[in-house]
């Protein structure tokens, strides 16, 4: 590098109302930026899916939320002293500020809604989650107003973070003996756990891929290496056999169609990537050591062998086809006229699907109207059988989320101000399901909010939508003068966006933090990124309001990760208190006091605290701790239970008959017909403590 380049100003930073960088160091950050918010923000994501998993492990969750909210107070905080010491532009005014303040309110209304929750601790844990997505949303909206321009740099994040989660989960089929001797299901599921966020993840990145490969402007192997990317995430979705994921892919590849000016190209990246996932994904389906349960391992490691192979020769085809497509239109673009001709016969084909598949409807005993009706009433209908977990449950209707719903909608109606408390659903629907099925949420974002947290919590998520879209619709419109590579940019983070909003109304994949932090990354760049109006001027950065701003913002995120860190610190101390029990009795009651120290609304560690109370011959003090669970949660049936099942154990059937049938009035379904609940160990035992009870109170 030459002395008359270091001596070049620095341009300013791209976007309307940019203040200059400092003449010695803005020049870096150029070069810096694509690489931190792309690849920084692909291996947090990354990290983000394999630590937390399905978000329902208390340790994983817990550790990946410290170091989630952690990290990005620091980067926070750094780019704050960064602005303040002039080496980035302006950062006042903040488009998206609005809704970081909304997404603030949303996460303090979960965390106080522990005061009036059916269930304390798993209030306080989602409010720990919401204050862990609450910093990384307000990082992605001020890296989009520090860098506007780099969008294609989180679109590429969003796709290597899924390709990297696909490939591990396709991986898991190929090579179970190494990866999941223990599998028992055909469904591919890791790293979450959950089939239907692994099958998220491969939607929201397919629409990346989409994006990559149509794009005009970017490097070369990158644009052919989108091919095999989309390939192999259709591969990974159609495995999950997730109805919702790919529903949502359809809709959000129609959006992009009809808003990205892109058509030609991104049809050439998709048709490549079904004809060349087919292959794979249609001897999955045949083998039965693949698409069917409990296979033996032995035959799934030989049959995922094989779809290894294919798997990889079929991804190699595509990138070929990648490379001669490109090559192709480079060497000689094709006509306007030839465009215009293979545009119509797309749209032809399309026409022809859907003139088939109305044909094929219309062709069936039922007919067409007939045929939806019945799909509809099915869909909707709270008693229809779910599905096998096949290949044959993609092309069927019957699903049990609209029991879930319908459960939920009741609670609501019962509570519909405030709700029952965050992460309360899965108790109180105990009062009102008629089956044995275990669901901790309702597998819909709006139902579970008005659940939850009533209308109350509905009107600030719907302020926080509101908030949202405003800087989001500045930013689209901006886009439009940036050129066409930031006008794709920003359409295709919208897509991605409207992807897994649409499908969190249909599950609970707002609660798995690897594809909720992916989706809020995409929607906090792009609303940081809208162009300031015409009137507020940017206000240079003063060091005397940023720094001490920066030192904030890491004490928050300090006593932000101390509170996310105390359900674990409780849980660890009353797993070693039952350690404990059987050897050092009183080492095992000062654990179960710590853990109660340390997480106060956790039921666990004060039911831990009663054994060892027990166990230390104070039986009274063992009573007043159940009693105390049931004070703290008296709308939880298992509180009650306990209590009721040790008065019974100490000679008082009449008092325990009492708490036993509180506990049935809260999960009424233990009242059934002993054939109906056989297959509930948890209705079964309150049932027949309840029965222990009558015997004993009638003999007494």
Known sequence: MTATTLKRPPKAIEGAGAIAPHRRSGWRYRGFAPVAIGAGGAVVLAGISFGAGGGLGLERSALTEMATTLATATVLAALLVAVARNRLAALLPLPGAGAVAWFAVFAVLTGLSVLWSVEPQGSWLGANRLFAYLPLFALAV??????????????????????????????????????????????????????????????????????????????????????????????????????????????????????????????????????????????????????????????????????????????????????????????????????????????????LLVLAGVGGLAAS????????????????????????????????????????????????????????????????????????????????????????????????????????????????????????????????????????????????????????????????????????????????????????AAVAVVALGLLLAWGQWQPQRSDGAAARALDLLATDPRGALAEAKRAVGEDGLSLEARFVLSAAEAVNGNGSAARRTLAEAVQLAPSDPQTWQLLGEYDLAHGQPALALRELGAAIYLNPMAAAPPGEIAGSSELVSLRNAYLRASVAAASS
């Not at 405030?418 to 089956?435: P, Q």
């Not at 983070?493 to 594809?515: M, N, Y």
Request: hydrophobic share 50%.
């Open 142 to 351: 001020v890296l989009g107003r520090l860098f506007p321009r780099q969008r294609s740099a989180v679109l590429g994040a969003i796709l290597l973070w899924s390709v990297v989660v696909c490939g591990y989960a396709l991986l898991t089929k190929i090579f179970p003996a190494q990866l999941a001797p223990n599998e028992t299901y055909a469904r591919l599921q890791s790293p979450y756990g959950y089939w239907i966020a692994t099958g998220l993840t491969a939607t929201l990145g397919a629409l990346a891929a989409l994006w990559q490969g149509a794009r005009r402007d970017g490097h070369a192997l990158l644009k052919v290496a989108a091919y095999p990317a989309l390939t192999l995430q259709l591969v990974v979705l159609l495995l999950t056999y997730s109805r919702g994921p790919l529903v949502v892919l359809i809709a959000g590849a129609a959006l992009w169609f009809c808003y990205v000016p892109l058509r030609l190209r991104g049809a050439a990246v998709l048709i490549t990537a079904i004809l060349t996932a087919a292959p794979p994904v249609a001897f999955a389906f045949a083998s039965h050591a693949l698409s069917h349960e409990a296979v033996p391992l032995a035959s799934r490691n030989a049959a995922g062998h094989q779809l290894g192979v294919l798997t990889v020769f079929c991804l190699l085809a595509s990138f070929a086809i990648g490379v001669a497509f490109h090559y192709r239109a480079g060497v000689r673009p094709p006509s306007a006229e030839v465009r215009r001709r293979v545009g119509a016969a797309l749209i032809g084909c399309v026409g």
């Open 365 to 548: 005993h039922r007919g067409l109207f007939g045929t939806v009706s019945h799909d509809l009433n099915t869909l909707f209908n709270p008693n229809a059988t779910p599905p096998a977990n096949t290949p044959g449950r993609l092309t069927a209707v019957a699903s049990v989320r609209a029991r879930y719903w319908q459960q939920g909608l009741e609670v609501f109606s019962h509570h519909p101000l405030l709700g029952v408390g965050a992460e309360g659903y899965g108790i109180a629907r105990l009062r009102y399901r008629h089956d044995t099925m275990l669901v901790r949420q309702a597998h819909s974002f709006l139902v579970q909010t008005l659940a939850d947290l009533g209308l109350l919590g509905l009107a600030v998520a719907i302020g926080l939508f509101c908030a949202w879209l405003v800087p989001v619709r500045r930013a689209l419109t901006a886009a439009h003068t940036e050129g066409e590579g930031q006008l794709v940019a920003a359409r295709a983070l919208f897509c991605i966006v409207f992807a897994f909003g649409l499908h969190s109304l249909v599950d609970w994949t707002w609660e798995v933090p690897g594809t909720a932090c992916a989706a809020l990354y995409a929607a906090g760049f792009l609303a940081g990124s809208a162009r300031l109006r015409p009137g507020p001027r940017p206000i240079a950065a003063r060091r005397g309001v940023l720094v001490p």
